[in-house]
């Protein structure tokens, strides 16, 4: 079946350090978004993603969605203690309405 | 804007018991989603809804899930009789049309279940 695997699935990091996270689907996607869940809570929207190669920025955050639509990663600059949660992608694959959500990457981030 | 609504928030059973969720999407919304989380995995969707009609149940385990949307509106999801390995967060989400990455999905504050 269809799968979005991420990677790493658990960073610690330093404030201040950078972070990235990778996603990789086994199928073309015709769009990603990417979620971000605090411990305890629920998947917050971040951005979505739509054409090959767009890359978008939100401050601190680069989201880039790769040339086949097949893998996506973000990336953050100078991390925060405000910036602690797992990290999901969640793409569709071409042809259907459904979202196929990202094993997550969780961040610690240690002040 | 109000959000998602869901009720209960926890919930304990033991095994072989029914359990039933409730959720209530934003007014408006066209499109309702039922996710499964298991701790440490990503969401898993359960049934995808447009109004009142089923979009998308595939990964639903039909032998012991059900669920309804009645009026396009609120919706249920139940399981009978519960496993153990039921024991998940059952998140709710929707959107204003018909979702499939072109949307924002809003997600509920979820139903914590746990199966002794």
């Known amino acids: 079946g269809q799968q979005v695997m991420q990677i790493p699935q658990y960073q610690h990091v330093q404030e201040g350090e950078d972070f990235t996270t990778y996603c990789n689907s086994s199928?073309?996607?015709?769009?990603i978004q990417w979620y971000k869940q605090r411990p305890g809570g629920h998947p917050v929207f971040l951005i979505q993603l739509v054409k090959s190669g767009e890359v978008k920025k939100q401050k601190r955050l680069t989201f880039q969605f790769g040339e086949a639509k097949k893998n996506s990663s973000l990336h953050i600059t100078a991390t925060q203690t405000t910036d602690v949660g797992t990290y999901f992608c969640a793409g569709t694959p071409g042809g259907t309405y459904k979202y196929i959500f990202g094993t997550g990457t969780r961040l610690k981030v240690l002040a | 804007e109000a959000g998602v609504a869901q009720s209960p928030r926890y919930k304990i059973i033991e095994k072989r018991q029914s359990v039933a969720f409730w959720c209530n999407p934003i007014?408006?919304?066209?499109?309702l989603y039922w996710y499964q989380q298991i701790l440490g995995q990503g969401p898993k969707l359960l049934i995808q809804?447009?109004?009142?009609?089923?979009?998308?149940d595939s990964q639903l385990p039909k032998d012991r899930f059900s669920a309804e949307r009645l009026k396009g509106v609120d919706s249920t999801l139940k399981i009978q009789p519960a496993k153990l390995e039921d024991s998940a967060v059952y998140l709710c989400?929707?959107?204003?049309?018909?979702?499939?990455?072109?949307?924002?999905?809003?997600f509920g504050p979820g139903t914590r279940l746990l199966v002794l």
């Open positions: 809804f447009q109004n009142n009609g089923v979009v998308d």
């Open positions: 007014s408006g919304h066209a499109t």
């Open positions: 989400a929707s959107t204003p049309l018909q979702g499939g990455g072109v949307e924002t999905q809003y």
């Open positions: 199928t073309t996607l015709s769009n």
